[in-house]
């Protein structure tokens, strides 16, 4: 099987290239490397950087024609999505739909998408929010996450694209970056390491 990876450079989809491999399918990779770094990429994936916004995207999946696309690559900063929502919608919600639009095109059967469990119910009334929890995102971020969810709900119906949500929830291990705004586990860990007190701040749970 052939998958294409977006934001396969990053800290969770590098994880997934690596197990794609070692699995005997193709990986194939896009990525910007805004944040991931191009150490992450498992050589033996075919490696395109291009920002998904980009219309050469198209010629891309055109040519390798996946069976699935995995989509990780997202705009992840909770804080930023607060202070450019529109910077938020374009790369988590318009590239999205165009990266749906060329699955339908050229034959893709399965997308894979990184939802957000930290993020899509907004404020928690139960504790670990079941599937079944109400969704009242309390950021630009959340609401885009959402989003994604139904579009693809609604390709499937239409087009019969299938796919799969992961509402992930503040995952950690080894490629995350400790520094950035988000990660709470590897933040709080670099920080104890280095005998520093623990705060948390909202953003850092996605
Ligand atoms: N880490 C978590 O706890 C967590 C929680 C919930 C959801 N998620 C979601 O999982 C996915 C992966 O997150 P991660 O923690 O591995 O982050 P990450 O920053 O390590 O990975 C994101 C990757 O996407 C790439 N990217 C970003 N914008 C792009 C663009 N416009 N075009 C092409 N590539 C682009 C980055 O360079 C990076 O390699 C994201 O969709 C994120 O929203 C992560």
Known sequence: MKVLVTGGAGFIGSHIVDRL?????????????????????????????LDILSPKLEKIIKKEKPDVISHHAAQIDVRRSVADPIFDAQVNILALIQLLEYGVKY??????????????YGEQTEFPAPESHGTFPVSPYGITKLTGEKYLFYYRQNSGLDYTCLRYANVYGPRQDPFGEAGVVAIFTEKMLRNEPVKKCSGMSR
Do not use: C, M, P, W
């Not at 399918?25 to 490696?47: E, P, W």
């Not at 034959?107 to 899509?120: D, E, P, Q, R, Y």
């Open 107 to 120: 034959g893709t059967k399965h997308i894979v998408f990184a939802s957000s469990g930290g993020a899509v």
């Open 21 to 49: 491999i070692v699995e005997g399918h193709q990986a194939v990779v896009v990525d910007n490397l805004s944040t991931g770094k191009k150490k992450n990429i498992n050589r033996n994936a075919n490696f395109y950087k």
